[in-house]
Structures are given as structure tokens and as C-alpha cells.
């Protein structure tokens, strides 16, 4: 049996929560099936993988992708700095605020009007 405290037990029992087996995963909406990102999931969103995330459509790919990474820092804190260069550029406050407070003008028919 595996230590699933060792590094190869966590990584099984990533696996394991990826395909939804673990007793504790019900997933986002309760199926039994654990909440995950597969290559369909991207459609939409400007993400690259290998650029912002490691993608996987089975669980022996997201094992490999797993492994490669903790094989190599490097690409670890390059994927991490791009990763987080995507969420802000898309979801920091200085870009949703412009966009939030349109919604508001729009809603609220103040849309073209100077604030004060």
C-alpha cells in the first residue's frame, strides 16, 4: 500500500479525486463527479496549456502532467507568473471595476452621464 501522505500518494489520490472516486468528492453539483478542467472546459477562455495551466482529458494524463511538473521548477513558477498575469488582467478589481460600474450606469439609465 502507498503512504498517502508521500509525494506518490498525494498524486494518486489526485487521480483518484479527478475522476471522482474519493468518498468526500460530490462535485460541484452533487453528481459524485469531481469538479475538473479537460481541454472542452477552455473553449472561450484565452488560456493556452502549457502556457497559464496543465490541461488533462484522462487521469493518466493529468498524473503525467503532475509529474512533469514536479519534475521541473522552472516551468512550475513560469506557468504560476503566467497564471496569475491571466486572472489579473482579467478579474483584479482594476479591470472588473470599469466594466462593473457600466453595468451599473447602464442599469440604472445614467449611461454617458458625468458622476457628481
Known amino acids: 500500500m502507498c503512504d498517502p501522505t508521500s509525494p506518490r500518494g498525494r498524486i ?7 475522476r471522482g472516486d474519493t468518498p468526500e468528492d460530490t462535485g460541484g453539483d452533487g453528481n459524485g463527479q469531481g469538479d475538473r478542467l ?5 473553449r472561450g477562455f484565452d488560456l493556452a496549456p502549457d502556457r497559464e495551466l496543465a490541461i488533462a482529458d484522462t487521469p493518466a ?14 516551468r ?3 506557468m504560476g507568473r503566467a497564471a496569475r498575469r491571466f486572472a489579473e488582467s482579467r478579474y483584479d478589481w ?6 462593473l460600474e457600466k453595468v451599473y450606469a447602464e442599469s ?9
Do not use: K, Y
Open 76 to 78: 512550475r513558477e513560469q
Open 94 to 99: 482594476s479591470a472588473i471595476g470599469p466594466r
Open 108 to 116: 440604472s439609465g445614467e449611461e454617458g452621464q458625468e458622476n457628481g
Open 12 to 18: 494518486r489520490r489526485a487521480a483518484a479525486h479527478w
Open 38 to 42: 479537460n481541454a472542452a472546459g477552455l
Open 61 to 74: 494524463e493529468f498524473v503525467t502532467a503532475v509529474l512533469a511538473l514536479l519534475g521541473d521548477a522552472g
